[in-house]
Nanobody, 127 residues
Framework: QVQLVESGGGLVQPGGSLRLSCVASGSSFDYYGAIGWFRQAPGKEREGVSCINSSAGRYYADSVKGRFTISRDNAKNTVYLQMNSLKPEDTAVYYC????????????????????WGQGTQVTVSS
């Protein structure tokens, strides 16, 4: 079972940028069909933000399309989420997750397909 550790969260002003990292240990991302980023704001359900599959196909929720970019560095066993033009509504705890299988783009935002989760990193967008 892979262990995932997120980092890079923090406090940023509206319009600012952050880059989140998700580092895997205990196994390689090469053995996983999809890596996803999710977020959960207080009082809200966890929502899928972005995902990347083993073929480097990238998918984004409408709420972040054009502002967020997901990427992966296989040599470093790391997946990144570059977040630009941040808005107060992006405030949440961000989690990365790994799924053993790819079920298609429509399924990559479903938490249930993921087998391993990180502990989360807080992102706060506020002036």
């Amino acid at each position: 079972q892979v262990q995932l550790v997120e980092s890079g969260g923090g406090l940023v002003q509206p319009g600012g940028s952050l880059r989140l990292s998700c580092v895997a240990s205990g196994s390689s991302f090469d053995y996983y069909g999809a890596i996803g980023w999710f977020r959960q704001a207080p009082g809200k359900e966890r929502e899928g933000v972005s995902c990347i599959n083993s073929s480097a196909g990238r998918y984004y929720a409408d709420s972040v399309k054009g502002r967020f970019t997901i990427s992966r560095d296989n040599a470093k066993n790391t997946v990144y989420l570059q977040m630009n033009s941040l808005k107060p509504e992006d405030t949440a705890v961000y989690y990365c997750a790994a799924a053993k299988y790819w079920f298609g783009s429509r399924s990559c935002y479903a938490p249930g397909i993921y087998d391993s989760w990180g502990q989360g990193t807080q992102v706060t967008v506020s002036s």
